[in-house]
Structures are given as structure tokens and as C-alpha cells.
């Protein structure tokens, strides 16, 4: 395991404030406070280490099918109207991600980046029906042989900042690092609606581990 490196400056501050904080209540409490002010620290800095945290693991690379891009619990399965990109009927599968999953988003597939745009807008909580497209996200369009596959990273009640790494005519691999959400949200992917879920709603996913769906060859 290694920590992230989206988390260097937010660890980096927590742990200068936290420090501060311990050696005041050292210096002008009594000792039983400053010891519960320093078992609280201790345990908030390993939260926010935890939130960075990146496990190593055996990954799935396999181009017939979509891999989870990121950790975290299957919230929405269903077939939908795709308006930003596709303005046709796509099958969406959406990941909740919690403050406790890693918070790393990384490619469903292998291809070529067709769109990478950032948009602006509301923090609603992740599950909110609308978060997908009022709330501030980014949006990713991979092409590769079997069509287009379309990733959304969203921006929640807790999780304001979404860093995305892709850039258009970018070529990417499959588990390949796409991006992070600070402190969890949802990621949701746009699929053709010939795809063969592989999920259930509310089952556990694992980023580049956790097969989403087949993709039948074109």
C-alpha cells in the first residue's frame, strides 16, 4: 500500500494543525485532556491517511470487458437517457463511493479519450437522482473497438474537488489511473444497452478488480 499522491498537501497541513493542536493542550491543560486531545489526533490523522491510501492489488485487463473505475457500493442499474453525450438511451451503472473506500477512479476500458470535460454545478448528496447531472462533475468518453463508453465522476456533499488526468486524443489503458475524488462520491458509466451487466444493485465493487459488464463485439 502507498498513499496517493492527492493526499501529500492535505496530509501534509492536517498533520502541522493537528501537531499544533496536541502541544497546546500539552503546555496548558491538564494531562488527562491532553491525552485524550492526542489519542483524538492520532486517530483523525490515520483517517485522513486512510482516505489517500492506495492497496496494491492483481488487477483484471481484459478488453471485452468494462472493470470497475472505482471502489465502492452499485447504487443505480438501470437504462436511462444520456443527454450531455450519447442524447440517446444508454444503460447507466452507478458506484457510491464512501468516505472509507479508496478514493482512486481508474479507466473501465482501454482506447482513445474522445471528451474530457469538467462542468461546474451543485453539491447534492451522491444518491440524490439528480446529482448525475446537477452536480458538479467531469465526464470521459473512451472509444476503443467494442463503441464508446462514457465515465462521470461526481462531486458530492463532502467530496468537492474531482481531479481528472485525461486530456482528448489521450490513448489509455484499462486500470490505468483516470483520476481522484477527494472523500468519496459516485462515479456513474454510460454503457450501449447491449451490455451484459455483471453486477448487482447494492454489491461490492473493487476498482480493476470487479468485472461491471460485457461488451459484445462489434
Not at 462531486?155 to 472523500?183: H, S
Request: with cysteine; proline share 4%.
Amino acid at each position: 500500500m502507498h498513499i496517493h499522491k492527492e493526499g501529500f498537501a492535505t496530509i501534509g497541513i492536517s498533520f502541522v494543525v493537528l501537531a499544533v493542536i496536541v502541544v497546546i493542550f500539552q503546555l496548558f491543560t491538564t494531562p488527562v485532556l491532553s491525552w485524550i486531545i492526542t489519542i483524538a489526533a492520532i486517530l483523525f490523522f490515520l483517517c485522513i491517511l486512510s482516505f489517500f491510501r492506495i492497496p496494491h492489488r492483481k488487477m483484471i485487463a481484459d478488453d471485452q470487458y468494462i472493470i470497475a473505475p472505482a471502489d465502492g457500493k452499485v447504487v443505480v442499474i438501470e437504462e436511462t437517457t444520456e443527454e450531455e453525450y450519447f442524447k440517446s438511451s444508454r444503460m447507466q451503472v452507478s458506484i457510491f463511493m464512501s468516505p472509507a473506500n479508496v478514493h482512486v477512479n481508474r479507466n473501465p476500458v482501454s482506447g482513445e479519450v474522445k471528451l474530457s470535460a469538467y462542468y461546474p454545478g451543485k453539491y447534492l448528496v451522491a444518491w440524490h437522482p439528480k446529482s448525475s447531472t446537477l452536480n458538479e462533475h467531469q465526464t470521459v468518453v473512451i472509444r476503443n473497438n467494442q463503441g464508446e463508453i462514457l465515465v462521470r465522476q461526481i462531486a458530492g456533499a463532502m467530496a468537492r474537488r474531482i481531479v481528472n488526468y485525461l486530456k482528448p486524443g489521450m490513448i489509455v489503458k484499462q486500470n490505468e489511473e483516470m483520476g481522484f475524488i477527494k472523500f468519496g462520491s459516485r462515479v456513474d458509466l454510460m454503457l450501449p444497452l447491449d451490455a451484459e451487466i455483471k453486477v448487482k444493485l447494492n454489491q461490492m465493487v473493487k476498482g480493476g478488480q470487479t468485472v461491471i459488464a460485457e461488451i459484445k463485439v462489434r
